[in-house]
């Protein structure tokens, strides 16, 4: 089966910020995009100011998994289409939510926590350890990898405690921070991401990109029996 992924990107940084728009020419999304369809899945890139921020019924119907990255605009996306992800979250498809997500409405909604956090732009380096060795999300990676160049998140991050961790970040500066979390909400599989600050080339990385693949084919729904709801009246077995 060929994995359907929507890369959502805000898309508001390369359009106000030049040194963004250098980093990435064609969007932060795209490299993700470009990686994944080297990986065989179909992906297509869906952004904020399209209508409906690209994510039609239509469009999240045909989505096993949705990757989001989000900062300056949380507030502009639409509670309505935040509701209809979350109700496909709820019916399996899985969500990926990478860096500044972590503030996201949807991320927020899904975790029923603040999200916050510590921060600091300093140019640090982020080391990487993988903490659950023989989890997929870790495959092919070493047991740490870094990040020459990246913004720091810091402890203590206010979400519930993850149903399995994945990654925890050292950076050059003191802080840890722990940058890879799953989680299951209804059917669907949820993996938090850290790195990817939009004045870095995180998301050219091997590593990073080789993480969220890996995360797609996790997070993807599977074939398990269709749940039903509410009101019960014939039992399966004979009563009195
Ligand atoms: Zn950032």
Avoid at 62 to 86: F, N, S
Avoid at 192 to 197: A, D, E, I, N, S
Wanted: hydrophobic share 35%; charged share 25%; net charge negative.
């Amino acid at each position: 089966m060929t994995l359907r992924v929507t890369v959502w990107n805000e898309g508001r940084h390369e359009k106000t910020h030049e040194d963004v728009r250098k980093m990435y020419p064609e969007g932060l999304h795209q490299p993700i995009v470009n990686f994944l369809r080297e990986q065989g899945m179909q992906a297509r890139a869906a952004t904020l100011d399209e209508p409906e921020h690209g994510l039609t019924e239509a469009a999240l119907a045909e989505t096993d998994v949705l990757i989001w990255w989000g900062h300056m605009a949380h507030g502009d996306v639409q509670d309505a289409i935040v509701e209809r992800v979350r109700q496909r979250v709820l019916e399996g498809m899985g969500l990926i939510v990478l860096h500044s997500g972590h503030f996201s409405k949807i991320f927020k909604l899904l975790m029923g926590t603040s999200c916050n956090l510590k921060w600091r732009e300093a140019n640090e380096r982020e080391r990487i350890w993988v903490v659950s060795p023989g989890h997929p999300i870790t495959e092919g990676l070493g047991e740490y990898f870094e990040i020459p160049r990246e913004e720091m998140y810091g402890e203590f991050f206010d979400v519930p405690a993850p149903d399995e961790l994945v990654f925890v970040s050292w950076f050059q500066g003191g802080e840890v921070f722990r940058s890879g979390c799953c989680y299951t909400r209804g059917r669907g599989r949820i993996f938090y991401f850290r790195p990817g600050h939009e004045t870095y080339p995180t998301y050219y990385q091997p590593e990073v990109l080789r993480v969220i693949a890996n995360a797609v084919r996790w997070a993807a729904p599977s074939a398990g029996p269709s749940v039903t709801f509410g009101q019960r009246p014939q039992p399966l077995e004979k009563l009195g």
